[in-house]
């Protein structure tokens, strides 16, 4: 079965950075978009970015473009997410998922891991 685990988060202050990491399996990785999507506190899942399979071809939210970063080793069957200039807003519980919508939809995606948590506060 499709399984997705995430790393990297952390509680870090406004303006700072993290990389967050996602490890795939049960599905042939190289062939699949990927995004992130985050929810926070009483919200529902907000899209951040997507990348295509072969990782040349990236779309962001509005929110995150121009801070944020994905990327990808299909080598590794890993997916990435570089976070500069972070703010209070971007805290959430960020999930990578083996799918290329953007904006709407995420509600109807079966596979979520468990997450990780960023937390972006002085």
């Known amino acids: 079965e499709v399984q997705l685990v995430e790393s990297g988060g952390g509680l870090v202050q406004p303006g700072g950075s993290l990389r967050l990491s996602c490890a795939a399996s049960?599905?042939?990785?190289?062939?699949?978009?990927m995004s992130w999507v985050r929810r926070a506190p009483g919200k529902g899942f907000e899209w951040v970015s997507t990348v295509n399979s072969g990782g040349g071809s990236t779309s962001y939210a509005d929110s995150v473009k121009g801070r944020f970063t994905i990327s990808r080793d299909n080598a590794k069957n890993t997916l990435y997410l570089q976070m500069h200039s972070l703010k209070p807003e971007d805290t959430a519980v960020y999930y990578c998922?083996?799918?290329?919508?953007?904006?709407?939809?995420?509600?109807?995606?079966?596979?979520w891991g468990q997450g990780t948590q960023v937390t972006v506060s002085s």
């Open positions: 049960g599905f042939m990785f190289s062939t699949y978009a």
């Open positions: 998922a083996n799918r290329g919508w953007e904006t709407t939809g995420w509600e109807d995606f079966g596979s």
